[in-house]
């Protein structure tokens, strides 16, 4: 802080104006003060500090100067999306920047300069040519919601410390249930950490409804239970499987055809063949939105499969559940609404801060069923106010972020409308990238066909591979492409955008976009930079 | 805004300095700006727009400015703690606040106005008065470090787009292994979304350790497994056998003495009784600071139980974890070396903002082994760095949102030595409380002798009760004081303090005492504000 730079000499008259002044000794944190002049203000001199309100504002004023830079810089074409370092350089310590934590206090001084060179160090997931994730963008309304609820630090578990996000929550699932085409206004849902913990409680919810002797006597008390998820589904439905004591054996991974999307006569198969066994199948996963291929599950015949052997339908809507806010694209999850939960992530499509995701249930009750335990020191039921209002038996957290605000902010700021068209054009950039590169032999697509989310699946095939037939050498090479690519991307620092293999294809790019700040140039920019790095390979 | 005040006629000429006014129509959020004059600036009128560059900075300024006045009267005790209002009463919304989403957007004066008016009716919990949870107090460190993190707004998954988090976040957790006292460099953890979530992956641990094959074959395919707890601990351990398909009947309830710490002989006769009934004791729960009482469980003679029957021993220390960094008061947690996982919450007692729990394993590579799946389009083998540097296969969730920053950084300003002192000083303003009120006739200690941790466990005695011999009448009277009062406490808004009743106990108040910014006065206030709201009861 430009106010409390060392003095030279502890003996000349203090040039800092009186109320910038490191306070005396204050008892609330007890560090000692005895050398703050030479080392600059000190935590201590801050609130709850008795004078400390002036320095509080200052060093806070400080930070945001700090990260008003960062958010200018974020969209600013001319910097760079990130500037790599290995683990083992920033674990070494840059100059002036030491991770390791210590004994003693740092001076304020310090700790701007740390807050400098974290930023420094990170990477701009808000770049308008970061594309790396499913995740991008920095929503400027959402920045502020978050900025707020980290300042009312409070938690989600009860109306008593939450009455107004604990509303703002409650109306906002009730919007997206509407919105998925529920029409009974029974239903429930929570905010979850993420969309893995929110598959997870559909499987629970799932679970609870048909034996929910489940949950007081333990998965040895009932038969075999299977659950059925494609093989481009997220993994975090096995990753569920595994810890709610089901196996990942028993889930059954279905078959997809070339474009991703689940093959229901093999879906239909695979429970007739588990029933066989002696087995009960208990659940369904489709995927409204893959990760890799951004394919939609046929919903309506996976609906009727799962009426038919009476089993729960869940959707995992955590990257294409943005769609349902576009009237030009929501009939690519047409029978959502015929669905008993759906998993449904703010913080992909819809471009809200991480992280903000939503697990939804058709039939109320059966959250609150299968995960409260009552506690009576928490959720007394002889408060003075409507008890049903807390949300905290529903979840299987106790406390709980505020992940609500941002996101109705972001609603408050848009609209309906807002998100709707931020959506359309992410889907209009994705057509225009795969338009722009399906018939140039400098590319190869993953799969046939437009896309029908943003994600856009590619090889680049480098000059040397162009023109070579398919053998396992080409494929071998090919596999090393995009890494390479990756690698040299990272350390330049341009532009940054995911690859995998699938199944039996070797290594590809994915595109997605979901970052309104991109516009045609950042997709024809990633497009030349992945063949600027790639033309001597 | 006060730049963008509406115009009352069309055509006069815009007084609007030109950097101030609504940019023309931009394509990134298509919302038409026909009438932005009327209506004030709008979302479109912010980045990623051409000219949105200097308007986003003066609103992102005009919200700092609002939090800035909400922290300083958070820390003005003239200021209530909540302006209390019942759940209906803002759902049919307050005058200018509608919690109602709709398809069109506000403008950005009105989202001004619905920050200001979310922080006006929520809860001021970093008041100094307020003493309603284990999670209390304001830390301005902590608070810039997590408008950092949202302005980042990253994800923990890899190291990729993670850099400098990841790494904090080894090193924190490193720091907080040897704290515990475990020698073994080898240790894991990782940071999740809460002390339940934390204590649901030790009994995922200590599962995948004993029996590895529930992983793949489920809980059908390993004999019937046990957990033990006290009935005194976090409703979270039952929870997590519910979720993780043990049943809430195989989570067994050990005794606790008069002071809420377990008995180890019931312990040790619960353990034998399971496996003479022919079911596996798998993993026993001690808790470091009970969420009622804050009762340390004897963690040594727990240990020596765990050891002769060869159980996981997980030490639940969300609440008391923050006493490790005490030199007075870690004796409380002697034997937590001996653990085999530890739940410990920076959160609660180190006063770190929501949320920020740990759980720590002892031994590397559980963590990983229970939860990988090796997803090869997030966790690519073939990256240009160190892939042994991305957590997410060693979680449950996929995305995971930055919970480390605001505690490194916390940790870099105060040391080692700021921790302490905070916390000794709440442990000594606890023994105040208790030392004022133990001989009073207006109060009756819930457990005899001095707190352990800040928990100060009381009844108020209303004048119409005191002398009234112990009787049904006098319990069920008394059952009803602690609601009555807290009541009236929530509707003056002066503070706040929780209650619940506690086995045969009725309701009583625990007080607890998190926040550095609380006082001797602040404690003295509580108590004359509960004698002043009891007085006529």
Redesign the interface.
Known sequence: MASSAPSSSNDAPDPTPPNLRPTTYD?????AHGCTKKIGL??CD???SKNG?EQ??Q???E??D???N???KT?DRSTKVLD?????Q??EGMEGFN????????S?E??LV??R???K???R??H?RFF??L?TG?D??G?????????????MFT???????V??EQ??LR?MREIIGWSNKDGDGIFS?????SN?YSI?AARYKYFPE????????VP?LVLFTSEHS???I?????????????VVLIKCNERGKIIPADLEAKILEAKEKGYVPLFVNATAGT??YGAFDPIQEIADICEKYNLWLHVDAAWGGGLLMSRKHRHKLNGIERANSVTW?P?KMMGV???C?AILVREKGILQG??Q?C????F?P?????VS?DTGDK????????DI?KF??M????????F???I??CLELAEYLYTKIKNREEFEMVFEGEPEHTNVCFWYIPPSLRGMPDSDERREKLH?VA?KI??LM??SGTT?V?????GDKV?FF?MVISN??ATKSDIDFLIEEIERLGQDL
């Open positions: 008892s609330w944190c007890g560090v000190k935590i801050l609130l709850p309100e509080t504002m060093f806070l004023l930070v945001v700090i990260l008003l960062y958010v200018r969209f790599f370092h290995h683990p083992h920033l674990l991770l390791e934590l210590s004994d003693n206090p740092e304020l310090q700790i740390d807050c060179d974290t930023l160090y990170g990477v997931t808000g308008p790396n994730q995740s920095l400027i309304i920045l502020a919601g978050e900025w707020l609820t980290s300042t009312a630090n409070t938690n109306y008593e410390i939450a009455p107004v996000f509303l703002m109306i906002t919007k950490p993420g969309g893995a913990i997870m629970m489940v949950k007081t006597k333990g998965m040895a008390a075999k997220h993994y975090s096995k990753k569920a499987g595994a810890a709610l004591g089901f196996g990942t054996d028993n990760t890799v992530n913080h801060l991480l992280q995701s299968c995960n335990m506690a009576g020191y928490l007394q002889d408060k003075q106010y409507d209002y979840a299987i957290q106790c406390g709980r972020h505020v605000f109705w902010l609603w408050k700021a848009k609209g309906t409308v807002g709707e068209n931020q359309n054009k090393r890494p990756k690698a990272m350390e940054m995911g690859y995998q293999p699938q290594n994915r309104p700040a």
